[in-house]
């Protein structure tokens, strides 16, 4: 149990154009999904904390308004890349906070990699 | 200023021997842990947690040991297999039982297991 999907897996785009990616937990409802960000050789960064029905939270210095989060519903949150710059490219992943099977686990998705020409 | 480090990049272990990765943190309020296994291309997965309360927690041919004067902990891989070649995140979250689960992540540590 506890899958979490992730979707696409690799987005090469135009400098200005807009992605959406999308995190769904598939078999257990997700209140809080978070986006990462990771550069290579380096830790995954939290970007925000997703809360189905509410706003989500974005850690200093990340711009609410070039990465919109949306968590619509108990399995779905979407993170979209507003006017993707090179400078965004980077590989993003999610995750799913779940207290079954395992208490206060994140389970991620496989992650997606965002190149921005 | 990283509050989970781990300071070693990679490591090198013959199979059958025992791989041992270490974390350091600084944040005395982390008092839950989790060590995350990741293969190229694909998301972090969850391999084996341990509370503050708690020294020790095995799972199988997994151990975490946490020394919280030290604020240090480690992952016992014994005996390692050529599947275990992955990097190894180590991260901490404060307040255990929370609903929000943050999480702080390690660098990683790139383990490589030789047949």
């Known amino acids: 149990g506890a899958v979490v999907s992730q979707h696409p897996s690799r987005v090469i785009c135009k400098s200005g154009t807009s992605v959406k990616i999308e995190c769904r937990s598939l078999?257990?409802?997700?209140?809080?999904m978070f986006w990462y960000r990771q550069f290579p050789k380096q830790s995954l960064m939290l970007m925000a904390t997703s809360n189905e029905g509410s706003k989500a939270t974005y850690e200093q210095g990340v711009e609410k308004d070039k990465f919109l989060i949306n968590h619509a519903s108990l399995t779905l949150s979407t993170l979209t890349v507003t006017s993707a710059h090179p400078e965004d490219s980077s590989f993003y992943i999610c995750?799913?906070?779940?207290?079954?099977?395992?208490?206060?686990?994140?389970?991620f998705g496989a992650g997606t990699r965002l190149s921005v020409l | 200023d990283q509050q989970v480090k781990q300071n070693s990049p990679s490591l090198s272990v013959q199979e059958g021997r025992i791989s041992i990765l270490n974390c350091d943190y600084t944040?005395?309020?982390?008092?839950?842990f989790l060590w995350y296994k990741k293969y190229p291309a694909e998301g972090p997965t969850f391999l084996i947690s341990?509370?503050?309360?708690?020294d020790k927690n095995e799972d199988g041919r997994f151990t975490v040991f946490l020394n919280k004067s030290a604020k240090h902990l480690s992952l016992h891989i014994v005996p390692s297999q050529p599947g275990d070649s992955a990097v190894y995140f180590c991260?901490?979250?404060?307040?255990?039982?929370?609903?929000?689960?943050?999480?702080?992540f390690g660098k990683g540590t790139k383990l490589s297991v030789k047949p």
């Open positions: 991260a901490a979250s404060a307040g255990y039982g929370g609903s929000q689960g943050n999480l702080i």
């Open positions: 341990i509370s503050s309360i708690k």
């Open positions: 944040n005395s309020m982390f008092d839950y």
């Open positions: 995750s799913a906070h779940s207290t079954r099977p395992r208490k206060n686990i994140q389970y």
């Open positions: 078999d257990f409802q997700a209140t809080t």
